[in-house]
């Protein structure tokens, strides 16, 4: 180990995998392509009936530990142990096994922006996103520091909308916050956006990777419960910031906001017929009746109009 090695923070990248052989050789590797010079990478396979992995396991590289789970534990608790139990660095990030790291510089200049400011505790960049139709790059705020607070003052602003495998975190407050607890599709905002309220986020503008959405991920779920419980994270979201000195005002207003611009991307991917859209609503209306309230807005009643006249189901 070099002797800049030995004076860097120790660096986890963890990958969660499943069933996923192919497509997590290529983000291990991805992984290992960083430049930054104090670095492990953690592959956790939670207990796939076939793939063995045999590809990542012929790597040759010390950095690198895999890890097959004797049962399966499910998505977020295998971040969740992998993270608190498996990863050893002073920073953390999470690359799922569908998606890929592209700049190999990213850790490195992360680092070094978080070593500018001790309060920062992450540091987040975009990526560019893949659907089955198209392609584009996640919105940002630029290079620049913002409070925790602040950002969650600020939301739904969707230049603050953390991306997973573009984010760095510190690894001590993230287990200290019990990180992906919520097993719900966005266990990822549930735990950064509490992170973020303790102290600051340094925002990089650069694309640092590629995240695939598709119905074989958690993001690309259209189980409408699984998209009516994902609202669930925004309360302990905002519990966590009023502690740390959120108004409760602001924090009831940004909740209910985030809450209601949620439920609004929902409707293509539920809505695919007017008793989709229903049954949508009913469930809506019985765990989320506030995000009703949000109803009147133009775009929203706009989907709504589509969704009734069978629009979505055609796509």
Excluded at 161 to 179: E, K, M, N
Aim: hydrophobic content about 40%.
């Amino acid at each position: 180990m070099t002797d800049q090695a030995q004076t860097s923070p120790l660096v986890s990248i963890i990958i969660p995998t499943y069933e996923q052989e192919e497509l997590a050789f290529q983000a291990a590797m991805s992984a290992l392509s960083q430049d930054y010079p104090h670095l492990e990478v953690v592959v956790v396979d939670d207990a796939s009936p076939s793939a063995r992995y045999a590809s990542i396991q012929a790597i040759d590289d010390l950095r690198l530990r895999f890890v097959r789970r004797d049962s399966n534990v499910g998505r977020t608790e295998n971040y969740r142990r992998s993270l608190r139990d498996l990863a050893q660095g002073d920073w953390a990030m999470v690359l799922d096994g569908d998606d890929y790291l592209t700049d190999a510089s990213f850790i490195s200049a992360a680092i070094a922006a978080a070593a500018a400011d001790p309060g920062v505790v992450i540091v987040a960049a975009r990526t560019e996103t893949r659907t089955s139709d198209r392609s584009f790059v996640t919105d940002h705020p630029g290079d620049r520091t913002v409070t925790g607070l602040a950002l969650l003052s600020a939301l739904p602003d969707t230049r603050y909308f953390f991306q997973h495998l573009a984010v760095l975190y510190r690894r001590p407050q993230a287990v200290a916050l019990d990180f992906y607890r919520s097993a719900t599709i966005s266990s990822d905002w549930e735990s950064l956006y509490r992170l973020a309220s303790h102290g600051n986020v340094r925002f990089l503008d650069r694309v640092v990777g590629v995240w695939r959405i598709h119905s074989g991920n958690a993001s690309g779920s259209r189980e409408r419960q699984a998209m009516i419980d994902n609202l669930d994270i925004w309360e302990p979201v905002y519990t966590e910031a009023v502690a740390q000195g959120l108004p409760a005002t602001v924090a009831q207003q940004r909740c209910t906001a985030m809450i209601r611009y949620m439920m609004r991307q929902h409707i293509p991917r539920v809505a695919r017929s007017w008793a989709d859209l229903r049954d949508y609503l009913v469930a809506l209306r019985r765990q989320h009746p506030s995000a009703l309230m949000g109803m009147a807005h133009c775009p929203t009643l706009v989907r709504l109009a589509l969704a009734m006249t069978g629009y979505y189901g055609k796509r």
